[in-house]
């Protein structure tokens, strides 16, 4: 018989709060995946954009900042905005957010490690809302994406989840 165990799943759920704190970025973003600059070539092209549509013309454009709390634009105004606006991101280059496994390797750690920066990269979304090309990342400064919760629901979707309460409740198996 198999059981459900609460406290490991809550172990599991804070050592994953643990790591998100352990690898939290700078301002700057995560040096495997850093936060754009004016240096980037669309800087300007997005910034212009951005004023166009109503946004302030460094919108995700300074750094990891909570650029959504109190956006009306976003809808994070009131007094239970949704969990995203309180998050930071910044707009990422995604030529800058590759792995290197030669690097990684010549480093003497194993591909997809997170110790070393060219093992790891960083999540990070395509904009849909500007005809500028623009990449967007929580997880390069340190936050999940809980503005396009899309790629979290497909590896669900479809799935049948089963839980219970109390640690002794016996799972009787998928029907």
């Given at each position: 018989m198999w059981r459900l165990q609460p406290r490991?799943?809550?172990?599991?759920f804070g050592m994953l709060l643990f790591l998100f704190e352990l690898f939290k970025a700078d301002a700057a973003g995560a040096v495997e995946c850093p936060c754009?600059?004016?240096a980037w070539?669309?800087?300007?092209?997005?910034?212009?954009e951005l004023t166009t549509k109503g946004y302030p013309a460094l919108y995700g454009l300074q750094g990891c900042r909570t650029y959504d709390l109190g956006n009306a634009l976003e809808n994070c105004t009131?007094?239970?905005?949704?969990?995203?606006?309180?998050?930071?991101?910044?707009?990422?280059?995604p030529a800058a957010c590759g792995t290197d496994r030669v690097e990684c390797e010549d480093a003497g750690h194993a591909?997809?490690?997170?110790?070393?920066?060219?093992?790891?990269?960083?999540?990070?979304?395509?904009?849909?809302?500007?005809?500028?090309?623009?990449?967007?990342?929580?997880?390069?400064?340190g936050y999940l994406d809980r503005y396009d919760t899309s790629p979290f629901l497909a590896m669900v979707q479809g799935?049948?989840?089963i839980a219970t309460t109390k640690h002794d409740l016996p799972y009787h198996g998928v029907s």
């Amino acid at each position: 018989m198999w059981r459900l165990q609460p406290r490991k799943a809550r172990l599991g759920f804070g050592m994953l709060l643990f790591l998100f704190e352990l690898f939290k970025a700078d301002a700057a973003g995560a040096v495997e995946c850093p936060c754009v600059t004016e240096a980037w070539s669309g800087f300007a092209a997005l910034s212009a954009e951005l004023t166009t549509k109503g946004y302030p013309a460094l919108y995700g454009l300074q750094g990891c900042r909570t650029y959504d709390l109190g956006n009306a634009l976003e809808n994070c105004t009131g007094a239970n905005p949704p969990a995203f606006c309180e998050a930071e991101f910044c707009y990422v280059d995604p030529a800058a957010c590759g792995t290197d496994r030669v690097e990684c390797e010549d480093a003497g750690h194993a591909y997809n490690d997170a110790v070393h920066p060219a093992c790891r990269s960083r999540n990070r979304q395509k904009s849909k809302l500007w005809a500028t090309e623009a990449w967007y990342s929580y997880a390069t400064c340190g936050y999940l994406d809980r503005y396009d919760t899309s790629p979290f629901l497909a590896m669900v979707q479809g799935k049948k989840l089963i839980a219970t309460t109390k640690h002794d409740l016996p799972y009787h198996g998928v029907s």
